[in-house]
């Protein structure tokens, strides 16, 4: 693997998607480029609704497997190259190390209006973000299991975390939840690799091309948003209380970029 997606241009991730596309790898739809590209649904050897690299993409409107469904199979589009690239590595890690069939998210693709009806122009109307929800995968004696932020890591109660919710007052002092000696330990290291995974490709310590710092861990500051993130916001979409049910990834900056 080359450098990270986020220390990269967009010349050059646009450039190793296309080696991944020439190894039957991935499909790029439409006439892409190095300002912007469209996943298409491979299986490695055919096309297949929303499969990249292996792993079934998948939108989970509710955020949860509780209740509701996934949405039809769709591949991702109008995707900052580097967003793109580090999504692909994602789901070949995920395929590798879990056997993961399906991927589950909240927001990839690029596009879209903000409240007002304007065309949205922050890192996720620019392709460049990806809220991450969860997987379905299969083990070894072909029973499937899932796993989703919401249901298995940001509403898990614990003693730091009574009733699912971290205590009004506790401010930056947070800590990974899962590291309670009562939480189950595939699901805990499940999500700790995930997470070290993800601040490994994407945004990290900065919003900077940082290139192979070691990743900040659950509780840190960092770009990676997720249940347990130091930041708190109630009532906006910004801090924690806002990624109870997904990880937020960017590449760049969140605002627009130029």
């Given at each position: ?143 499937e299991w899932t796993l989703t932020v919401s249901d298995d890591w940001g509403t898990v109660s614990t003693a730091a975390t009574p ?10 002092d947070t800590f990974y939840r899962l590291d309670d000696e009562d939480a189950d330990p595939f699901t805990r290291d499940f999500w ?67």
């Open positions: 693997m080359s450098d990270p997606a986020r220390a990269m241009s967009k010349e050059d991730a646009y450039a190793e998607l296309l080696d991944l596309q020439s190894g039957d790898v991935i499909r790029l739809e439409g006439q892409g480029g190095p300002d912007g590209v469209s996943l298409d649904g491979w299986d490695g050897e055919q096309p297949q609704d929303g499969n990249v690299a292996g792993v079934v993409v998948r939108y989970l409107a509710s955020g949860t497997v509780t209740f509701g469904q996934p949405s039809h199979p769709a591949a991702p589009d109008r995707l900052d190259p580097r967003n793109a690239l580090a999504l692909v590595r994602l789901c070949q890690w995920l395929k590798d190390t879990y056997n993961v069939v399906e991927l589950y998210h909240l927001g990839i693709s690029g596009g879209g209006v903000d409240s007002q009806g304007r065309p949205r122009t922050d890192c996720h109307g620019q392709g460049r973000a990806v809220d991450f929800v969860g997987v379905k995968a299969v083990a070894e004696d072909g029973e009733g699912g919710n971290w205590p009004p007052g506790t401010g930056s700790r690799a995930v997470y070290e995974f993800a601040a490994s490709e994407w945004q990290d310590r900065t919003d900077g091309p940082d290139g192979l710092d070691t990743p900040t861990s659950i509780g840190e500051r960092s770009f990676v948003m997720h249940p347990d993130h130091p930041a708190t916001a109630p009532g906006t979409p910004h801090g924690r209380e806002a990624h109870k049910n997904h990880i937020h990834l960017q590449i760049g900056v969140t605002g627009t970029a130029a």
